[in-house]
C-alpha cells in the first residue's frame, strides 16, 4: 500500500488523497474507503494514472461529481481517479485553463471534471442558448454523454459535438463523433463499462442566445410561451432551476431530499401496451387503467416509473422514518435521510423493484452505476 501511494504521488499534476471515505463525494451520502482518490490536473496525468493502475492491475473507478454511483461500504480495493477540471470552479483563476467558449460561434470545449452546470451557467452568461434545459444537473462535465443526460425534453445528445475518448486498451485518445456513442434515453455505450473514458466534451451553444424549442407544459407556463417557441436562455434557466428545486432534482447539502442519485429508475418501455392496460386495471380499477400515462416512442411505449411505483403503493416520503426513503418531493428518488448504508439503499430499490413487477409485471431497471458492479438484468 505505501508502494501505491508513492507511486502515485510521484506523478506530476496529482494530488493523492487517502483520507477520505467515498461518501463524501457522492450526493447520496454513501461509499466506503478506497485505496486512495487521486485528483489529476491534465490529461497526461489521468492517463499516466489510469495506464499505471491497468498495468498493476489495481481497481480503479472513474468519479466525476458522484451523482451517478451508489458505491458499496466498507474497505473497497479500489483508487478513484477525478479527471482535470474536478474540483475547479467557474471563477477560480485556472477554470480558463479547463474551458473555452466562443460566443461568435457557440463552440463550447470543457475537460471532464469541470461542474456541469457552471458551464451551463458560463455559456448562458455569454449569451449562448441551447444548454438552458440542462441547469441545475449534478455531476462532471465529462459524465454528461456517458448516461447522455436530459431533461425538459433536452438531451446533451443535441448539442453534442464531439467527446475525446481515452481507450485504456489501446491508450489512444481520440476525439470521436457523438454518433459512435449509440446515445440514447439514459444510455451511451460509455455507461456500464470502464475501458472508454471521456477526457473531453466540445458542444455547440446558440449564439442567437435563445433557447431550445419549449415543450414541457410547466415551463411554457413559467415562460409565457407556446409549444415549440423559444425564449432567453437566461430567463429558461431560471425557470428550470425554480422547477428542479421544487422537486429536490438540485442538489443542495442542506436539503435531505437531494441526498440521492437522482431518478432510481428509468422509465420503462414495452412493447405492447395491452397487457399493462389489463394488470393496471385489475390492481387499480377501470378509471386508473384508462389514464395511464403513456409516451410512445420509436420500439413501443414509454410508461412512467414514478407512476407506476407510486401505484404499487410507494407515496413520496416511503417509508416514514426510514433511514433510506423516497423523497418527500418525488417518487423516483431514493435518498439517504442521514444514516443510510449501501445495502439500505438497494434494500428500498430492491423491494420498490420486486412490488412494482409483482403488480404490473414491468421490471423497473436502476438509473445509476452500482460500485462494484451488480448483475443487471437483461430487459
Ligand atoms: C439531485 C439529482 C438530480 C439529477 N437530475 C438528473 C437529470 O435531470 N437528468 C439526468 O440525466 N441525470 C440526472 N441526475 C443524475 C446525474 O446527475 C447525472 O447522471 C450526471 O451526469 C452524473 O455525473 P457525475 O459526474 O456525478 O458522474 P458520477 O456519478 O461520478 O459517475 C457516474 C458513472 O459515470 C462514470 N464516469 C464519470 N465520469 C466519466 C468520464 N469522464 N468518462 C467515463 N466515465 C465516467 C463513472 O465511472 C460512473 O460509472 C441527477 C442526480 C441527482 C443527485
Known amino acids: 500500500m505505501p508502494e501505491l501511494i508513492e507511486d502515485l504521488t510521484a506523478i506530476p499534476n496529482v494530488l493523492v488523497i487517502t483520507s477520505r471515505p467515498l461518501s463524501a463525494f457522492t450526493t447520496i451520502g454513501v461509499g466506503g474507503m478506497p485505496r486512495a482518490i487521486v485528483r489529476t ?51 477560480d483563476a485556472r477554470y480558463t485553463d479547463h474551458v473555452t467558449i466562443d460566443p461568435k460561434s457557440g463552440a463550447i470545449t470543457s475537460d471532464a471534471g469541470i461542474t456541469w452546470d457552471d458551464l451551463v451557467q458560463s455559456a448562458i452568461g455569454l449569451g449562448l442558448g441551447g444548454l438552458e434545459c440542462l441547469s441545475g444537473i449534478p455531476g462532471s462535465v465529462g459524465a454528461t454523454p456517458v448516461q447522455n443526460v436530459g431533461a425538459y425534453g433536452v438531451e446533451i445528445a443535441h448539442i453534442l459535438n464531439a467527446v475525446l475518448v481515452y481507450d485504456r486498451q489501446t491508450k489512444a485518445a481520440q476525439w470521436i463523433e457523438p454518433e459512435q456513442l449509440d446515445l440514447g434515453y439514459r444510455t451511451s455505450n460509455l455507461k456500464f463499462q470502464d475501458r472508454r473514458i471521456v477526457f473531453a ?24 410561451a407556446r409549444e415549440g417557441e423559444r425564449r432567453p436562455s437566461a430567463k429558461v434557466r431560471t425557470a428550470v432551476l425554480a422547477q428542479r428545486r421544487a422537486k429536490g432534482m438540485v442538489y443542495d447539502p442542506h436539503d435531505v431530499d437531494t441526498a440521492s442519485a437522482g431518478s432510481f429508475f428509468t422509465n420503462p418501455v414495452v412493447p405492447d401496451l395491452r397487457p399493462v392496460i389489463e394488470r393496471v386495471r385489475f390492481a387499480c380499477g377501470d378509471d386508473v387503467a384508462e389514464r395511464i400515462p403513456v409516451h410512445p416512442v420509436a420500439n413501443g411505449y414509454k410508461l412512467s416509473a414514478a407512476w407506476l411505483i407510486e401505484r404499487a403503493g410507494f407515496k413520496k416520503g416511503w417509508p416514514e422514518n426510514g433511514v433510506a426513503t423516497l423523497s418527500t418531493k418525488h417518487s423516483l428518488a431514493i435518498t439517504n435521510r442521514g444514516r443510510a448504508t449501501t445495502n439500505d439503499v438497494w434494500n428500498l430499490a430492491n423491494q420498490i423493484m420486486e412490488e412494482v413487477e409483482r403488480t404490473f409485471g414491468i421490471r423497473l431497471h436502476p438509473e445509476p452505476v452500482a460500485y462494484p458492479p451488480r448483475p443487471r438484468p437483461s430487459s
Open 41 to 91: 490536473n491534465t490529461n497526461a496525468a489521468a492517463k499516466q494514472v489510469l495506464d499505471y493502475l491497468d498495468h498493476m492491475d489495481i481497481p480503479s473507478l472513474v468519479l466525476g461529481g458522484g451523482s451517478n454511483l451508489v458505491i458499496d461500504d466498507g474497505d473497497l480495493d479500489v483508487v478513484a481517479v477525478q479527471l482535470p477540471g474536478s474540483g475547479v470552479r467557474a471563477g
Open 201 to 224: 466534451v466540445q458542444l455547440r451553444g446558440n449564439p442567437d442566445g435563445l433557447s431550445a424549442p419549449l415543450r414541457y407544459t410547466e415551463l411554457l407556463r413559467m415562460c409565457d
